[in-house]
């Protein structure tokens, strides 16, 4: 019976000694366990089959041997596995990969393909410069104008390989750009330079009621057209703005502006260019725009272009034919 109790106690005692103790690999306990299930089993047979005790202890310690070598031998195993550098490891991210390439996109740009760390091993040689195209990114129309806007880019000079949109308008907004000439460095910087020449226009000489017009009356209808603009516009505000001249929503805003657009282009917008044509033909000379305050220049290309764009459109027309009618001889 000594062989039974010994099984008997080693199954009990390995797996506490082994809960208790967690330095003990589990894989020595499991096989001590299974030695003496099968030393438990032994103890059934007839009596001359049984082995006697000492064989017993020497079976018992066998099976531990077992169990501590296979534990040893899976640590060693799991310690190359993690040593062991993979391929992919020994390449930067995207290389030899079908669904990553190697060569990003930046900006629409290719950058240069990623190069392994100088500590990896060699891999695929870098590809040449000249085999690297940058892509031809689509654009944007240039000068896009909408809704009742007018364009003047005469004279203009504008490359159709520019990596950006030119320009935009929209609502009833306005881009006065003649003679402007976009160029293209070595550097790849890009310069707009709003050149003149063929593409720079003036007001015409006057062909209407106000040709033939006194100096004084013509400059009385100016100062009465500055005084209409002037109550035009605070209208116009009134109307856009809320009391607390909060910016509008986009359907408001839209209604508002397209009322008086038409307003303006119904009253003012001849009326507003005659004068002005009239007034530079009585002065006798051009003037220049360095001559004049920025509400003035800006005045000048809404009577010239006949439309009613910007935050204060009416107000800087008025500005404008108020600098030339203090410019009129007396």
């Known amino acids: 019976m000594e062989g039974f109790y010994l099984a008997l106690g080693a199954t009990i005692l390995l797996p506490f000694l082994q809960w208790a103790f967690p330095t003990i690999p589990k894989l020595v306990a499991y096989a001590g366990v ?13 009596p001359s089959m049984k082995p006697p005790f000492s064989a017993a202890i020497l079976f018992l310690i066998g099976a531990l041997c077992i169990g501590g070598s296979g534990h040893l031998y899976l640590q060693s195993l799991k310690k190359s596995v993690r040593e062991k550098p993979t391929e992919t490891a020994a390449r930067p991210p995207g290389y030899n990969n079908p669904d990553r390439s190697a060569e990003k996109v930046i900006g629409g740009i290719p950058a240069k393909p990623i190069e392994p760390a100088e500590s990896t091993p060699a891999v695929a040689p870098e590809a040449p410069a000249s085999s690297i195209q940058p892509p031809i990114r689509p654009r944007g129309p240039v000068l896009e104008a909408t809704n009742d806007s007018k ?22 907004s306005v881009i006065d750009m003649p003679g402007v000439v976009v160029t293209r460095k070595d550097d790849g910087t890009i310069a707009i330079n709003t050149g003149s020449g063929s593409g720079e226009r003036y007001f015409q000489p006057p062909t209407g009621e106000f040709a033939d017009m006194s100096v004084g009356d013509l400059k009385a209808r100016m ?19 809320d009391p607390e001249r909060k910016y509008p929503s986009k359907e408001k805003a839209r209604e508002v502006r397209n009322k008086y657009s038409a307003e303006y282009r119904e009253k003012f917008s001849k009326l507003a260019l005659s004068l002005a044509e009239a007034a530079l033909f009585r002065i006798g000379r051009r003037v220049d725009g360095s001559e004049l305050s920025r509400q003035a220049n800006d005045g000048g290309r809404i ?25 009129l001889p007396d």
Do not use: C, M, W
């Open 34 to 46: 299974a030695g003496a299930i099968v030393l438990l089993l032994s103890e059934f047979l007839d």
């Open 303 to 327: 009577i010239l272009n006949e439309r009613f764009v910007g935050p204060a459109p009416a107000t800087e027309a008025a500005a404008f034919l108020a600098s030339l009618e203090s410019r």
């Open 223 to 241: 100062r009465a057209t500055v005084h209409d603009l002037n109550d035009f516009q605070a209208n116009f505000e009134k109307d856009f703005y």
């Open 151 to 172: 364009i003047n880019a005469a004279g203009a000079v504008i490359p159709n390989d520019l990596p950006f949109q030119l320009g935009k308008a929209d609502g009833g």
